[in-house]
């Protein structure tokens, strides 16, 4: 089932997520939808808070960021993370162009670092401690912040996020042209 996508200006995104204690039913059909979800809106990456749950989940989904003949195409993975805990990044910051589908139409560039380690559970509630570079890394280091209620505008200039604050408040009260299915949390 696709769900809808929590437009920018819901406190739900702002919050520090909980982890998660058990699996359950539920919990392996809503990674289903966000799969789903994700897979209709193009994106690369969806957290919970995004579909409206505050619960320390995201999955990603990198391949689509890479061409067929970069070096690095490799690095590329589609990964469940639950109960996510970055342990380590390293390497010089590096800027790349983000956007986020609660945030539609604004894209920024974004300086995070280029190497991360982290020890997170699969689907199946199996835990792994993994390294992971390049976008692969900057895939999972922007949904991670979702799961710790930032976004990725928190990384950019004061004047450039007031720049962008009426796009913000019209994306709050629903004026967008995104093409996938969103809440608003004011209309
Ligand atoms: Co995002």
Known sequence: MIL??????????RKTADEISADSVELQQLIDDMFET?????????????????????????????????????????????NAKIL???????????????????????ARKPQIKIEYLDRKFKKHTKSFSGLTARVIQHEYDHIEGKLFIDHI???RRSLLKRKLDNITKGITNADYKMRFPKR
């Open 88 to 110: 380590e990044e390293d390497g010089k910051s590096w800027t790349y162009e983000e956007g986020c589908l609660s945030i539609p139409g604004i894209r920024e560039d974004v």
């Open 38 to 82: 994700m897979e209709a809106s193009r994106g690369v990456g969806l957290a919970a808070p995004q579909i409206n749950k505050a619960i320390r989940l995201f999955i990603i989904d990198s391949s689509r960021m890479y061409d067929d003949d970069d070096a690095d195409k490799a690095d590329a993975t589609r990964e469940v993370f639950i």
């Open 4 to 13: 809808p996508i929590v437009a920018y200006g819901d406190s739900i995104l």
């Open 157 to 159: 200039s004061p004047l």
